[in-house]
């Protein structure tokens, strides 16, 4: 990861390779801000200008055997800390137990999720610490390691996830430093640091991107139309990993929509062959995501009732779905409403319950056609 990598956060980076290329680099540097802004990567890549033993252009080179190890995330000098969990096997939890998996996230994605970290970790609703053994090994590592480059770095990830004992015992790393080490510190929450730690550290304040940035960031990583990408970067309020999110929520509701509209448009043709293969195809998705179109199902028939009373601020649909409603609303009336919402739901139970979801999905479409048409 080098300098140019990271999006935006111009000024924030000038610093960064200001202090380097002064070796005026603080102990302990806190990089903070809000989540999904890409503080992780500048912690990276200012550690990779940091060890480049080529910088070129006020940039790390990224072809020497330093900048390569670091893209590896393998670098000799540099340490990682984050978060982890204790399991049956792992007493003490330490950062490096779990060395693999972080690898993983930082290769998957520059920017940091922790939801998927929980999910890496394999231990659902697990709440990620930053154990009292991490610093002692920390401390150890830094005593033997070898050496290569002037500086080590420690790289770590939410100090604000350490427990006081931990914290407590890393303070005298952050006060006393080895004269060799730097320490940077990648926060979401800086006001929950235990404030001793806090308090001895420099910081620097990273800002939300703005949308327009997340929206070039989305256009050139996912192949997003503009007009979409700007759309979802506005829900995202500056986080990438929200916007990405959102951005993958917006894929299934496009195929759910498709699916909904096919439901409708054959029942009231009365294809029922046509229903049948439709039945197929949406047990193909499976349990949990058939109950969700079903779900989404249920949601647009309201949508489309409401569409009818000529409330647009009643309306929470998308640009794609306004647009169907736009001429489907009028088949859905208080005649009907109540009965196609009961059998989607009905429907729901029974798939939720573990029954043949394509048989059930086939007998809900007859029932449409009926009600359609009533
Ligand atoms: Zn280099």
Not at 286 to 301: E, I, N, T
Not at 315 to 341: G, H, K, P, Q, T
Request: proline share 4%.
């Amino acid at each position: 990861m080098k300098l140019s990598d990271i999006p935006a956060h111009d000024s924030v980076i000038r610093r960064l390779r200001d202090m380097a290329d002064a070796d005026r680099i603080p102990h302990a540097l806190l990089l903070h801000g809000p989540s999904g802004i890409g503080k992780m990567a500048a912690a990276r890549a200012f550690a990779q200008y940091i060890h480049c033993e080529n910088r070129t252009g006020g940039d790390s080179c990224g072809v020497c055997p330093s900048c390569l190890q670091h893209q590896s995330f393998n670098h000799i000098d540099t340490h990682y800390v984050y978060p982890v969990v204790k399991n049956a096997k792992l007493k003490r939890a330490v950062s490096d137990d779990y060395a693999g998996e972080w690898r993983e996230l930082l290769a998957e994605s520059p920017w940091m999720d922790f939801d998927r970290w929980v999910e890496l970790l394999g231990k659902e609703n697990a709440q990620p610490l930053i154990y009292v053994d991490e610093s002692a090994e920390l401390i150890r590592k830094l005593h033997y390691t070898a050496r290569k480059s002037q500086y080590k770095v420690v790289i770590m990830w939410l100090p604000e996830k350490m427990n006081s004992e931990c914290a407590n015992k890393l303070l005298k790393l952050v006060e006393e430093p080895f004269p060799d080490t730097k320490i940077v510190m990648v926060s979401d929450r800086p006001s929950e640091i235990l404030p001793t730690i806090f308090s001895r550290t420099q910081r620097v304040e990273m800002m939300r991107l703005s949308d327009e940035v997340i929206a070039s960031q989305l256009e050139a990583s996912f192949a997003v139309d503009p007009v979409d990408a700007l759309s979802i970067a506005h829900i995202a309020d500056g986080n990438m990993v929200a916007a990405v999110k959102a951005l993958k929520v917006s894929k299934t509701a496009r195929v759910f929509l498709d699916l909904f509209i096919s439901l409708m448009r054959l029942a009231y043709q009365r294809k029922v062959r046509d229903l049948r293969d439709w039945s197929a195809k949406v047990a193909e998705l499976g349990r949990v995501q058939s109950c969700q179109f079903l779900d989404y199902c249920q949601r647009l028939v309201r949508e489309n009732f409401i569409y009818n009373l000529n409330t647009p601020s009643l309306n929470y649909m998308n640009r794609d779905e306004a647009d169907f409603s736009s001429r489907f609303a009028r088949f859905i009336n208080e005649r009907n409403v109540l009965a196609i919402v009961g059998e989607l739901n009905r429907a729901r139970t029974d798939i939720a319950g573990n029954g043949n979801a394509k048989i059930i999905l086939f007998d809900l479409a007859i029932r449409i056609i009926l009600l359609l048409k009533g």
